[in-house]
């Protein structure tokens, strides 16, 4: 009798949570809007570079031969392009080209071959200086890198923020623009720009190099391979 009037008891407990339960709306997990939005970024971006690397290449120009050259803009304006300070760089982006079938020139190949006045003159945007070097490599597009950082004091918390963007400017090797792809980063505290730079390229690499090959696949022409001097 005693576990009877325990059980009725139970029951009519239950008879009594279950629509003050239903009256109130509860559920047992609400969705997160913001992770619903970062879900449907995520699907949008993944959209586009497949929209991008979709675009049909036709097999010549894939095999034509593609400069890399990175640089960093100081606070000055005075571009710095040495190489080999930006290998990281030049990896993730070239592994990525190549992996799509596209030919790169290494750092190291380019310094053989190059001077680096030529390099400094082509970051000035000196066209005889980029023909100059074009056909030094025997490479018949260049795909610039430049690195600008804006340093600013925030007065509240006395940090220095740097926001760092990088813009890449693909070109024949007669200067006509190909394609011109860019990627911001936002603001963090900190005086390593390269560093910061590297991490900005590694995020969005996968966007950018598709943004440049179905470019490179719609707008290039094919300007005779340059011959080396």
């Known amino acids: 009798m005693r576990l009877v009037a ?3 008891s ?9 629509p003050l339960v239903g009256a109130q709306g509860f559920k047992f997990s609400q969705p997160d809007p913001s992770q619903a939005a970062e879900r449907a970024a995520q699907a949008a971006r993944e959209d586009r570079i497949a929209y991008e690397l979709s675009t049909p290449c036709r ?9 890399v050259i990175i640089g960093e803009r100081q606070s000055d304006g ?17 592994a990525r080209l190549r992996d799509l079938g596209l030919r790169t020139y290494t750092p190291e190949e380019i310094r053989a071959q ?6 400094d003159a082509y970051f000035r945007n000196d066209p005889d200086a980029a023909l100059s070097a074009a056909r030094r ?3 018949s597009f260049v795909l610039r890198g430049l690195i600008t950082a804006d340093a600013r004091m925030n007065n509240i918390i006395a940090v220095n923020q740097v926001s ?10 007669d200067g006509k623009i190909v394609s011109d792809v860019g990627a911001d980063a936002a603001s963090y505290a900190g005086s390593d720009v390269a560093k910061m730079a590297l991490t900005l390229v590694n995020e969005q690499a996968d966007e950018i190099v598709a ?11 094919l300007p005779p391979t340059p011959k080396r001097k």
């Not at 120009?61 to 400069?67: A, C, P, Q, R, V």
């Not at 943004?211 to 022409?221: E, I, P």
């Open 164 to 173: 760092v963007s990088m813009g890449f400017t693909l070109a024949q090797s």
């Open 114 to 119: 190059i001077k680096q006045a030529e390099i």
């Open 211 to 221: 943004r440049l090959y179905g470019d490179y696949c719609r707008n290039a022409g």
């Open 6 to 8: 325990v059980v009725a």
């Open 59 to 67: 097999a010549e120009l894939k095999g034509k031969k593609i400069m």
């Open 78 to 94: 005075y571009v710095m392009a040495e190489q080999r300070n930006y290998g990281p760089h030049f990896q993730v982006i070239n």
């Open 137 to 139: 490599m025997g490479a």
């Open 10 to 18: 139970s029951c009519a407990l239950l008879g009594l949570v279950a």
